[in-house]
T-cell receptor, first 113, second 112 residues
Framework: GENVEQHPSTLSVQEGDSAVIKCTYSDSASNYFPWYKQELGKRPQLIIDIRSNVGEKKDQRIAVTLNKTAKHFSLHITETQPEDSAVYFCAARAEGGYSTLTFGKGTMLLVSP | DAGVTQSPTHLIKTRGQQVTLRCSPKSGHDTVSWYQQALGQGPQFIFQYYEEEERQRGNFPDRFSGHQFPNYSSELNVNALLLGDSALYLC???????????FGPGTRLTVL
């Protein structure tokens, strides 16, 4: 089955800096890659996603890149703010996988004022 | 328009007991997936229900079972609880096999 590795496990940045979180996946048939943000005690919320026919997608301060050949994808957050502090999860869904997701172990992002 | 809801919020059980968790999907959604999230880990897929049938299952023992009702709501049942079953149980809904899943707030289960 699919295996998703996520790095780093924790990331501390100063407000205004950029943050990058990287994930690799094992199943070359995976074709959908969402990123979720989970604040303490709250539900995971989808912040951005990318499909395998696209190499990059941006939404304001957030961007995701996908390298299908290398089987890795990354989340980029620019101009970080304290409210960006949370745990971020990457995930992958295999083609024909009925929308079930395999998640990475998460990255705790701490943005200091 | 209500999002995904789950009940109860918290639950404390002892080893060997049985538990039932409930989920109502987002309006317009017909597919419900259940995930287990242990502390400090990412969610792990348990199973998915569509048209009242279990459509796909992750690597979880038969102690974990579920049900989907005609109104698309779903239950997760866990029998013979173990200490290791302590986790946040998340329900996610989607429409058919659509990519995007919406998560509920979860049920925090503690097994003593």
């Amino acid at each position: 089955g699919e295996n998703v590795e996520q790095h780093p496990s924790t990331l501390s940045v100063q407000e205004g800096d950029s943050a990058v979180i990287k994930c690799t996946y094992s199943d070359s048939a995976s074709n959908y890659f969402p990123w979720y943000k989970q604040e303490l005690g709250k539900r995971p919320q989808l912040i951005i996603d990318i499909r395998s026919n696209v190499g990059e997608k941006k939404d304001q301060r957030i961007a995701v890149t996908l390298n299908k050949t290398a089987k890795h994808f990354s989340l980029h957050i620019t101009e970080t703010q304290p409210e960006d502090s949370a745990v971020y999860f990457c995930a992958a869904r295999a083609e024909g996988g009925y929308s079930t997701l395999t998640f990475g172990k998460g990255t705790m992002l701490l943005v200091s004022p | 328009d209500a999002g995904v809801t789950q009940s109860p919020t918290h639950l404390i059980k002892t080893r060997g007991q049985q538990v039932t968790l409930r989920c109502s999907p987002k309006s317009g959604h017909d597919t419900v997936s259940w995930y287990q999230q242990a502390l400090g880990q990412g969610p792990q897929f348990i199973f998915q229900y569509y048209e009242e049938e279990e459509r796909q299952r992750g690597n979880f023992p038969d102690r974990f079972s579920g049900h989907q009702f005609p109104n698309y709501s779903s239950e997760l049942n866990v029998n013979a609880l173990l200490l290791g079953d302590s986790a946040l149980y998340l329900c996610a809904s989607s429409f058919r096999s659509a990519d995007e899943q919406f998560f509920g707030p979860g049920t925090r289960l503690t097994v003593l």
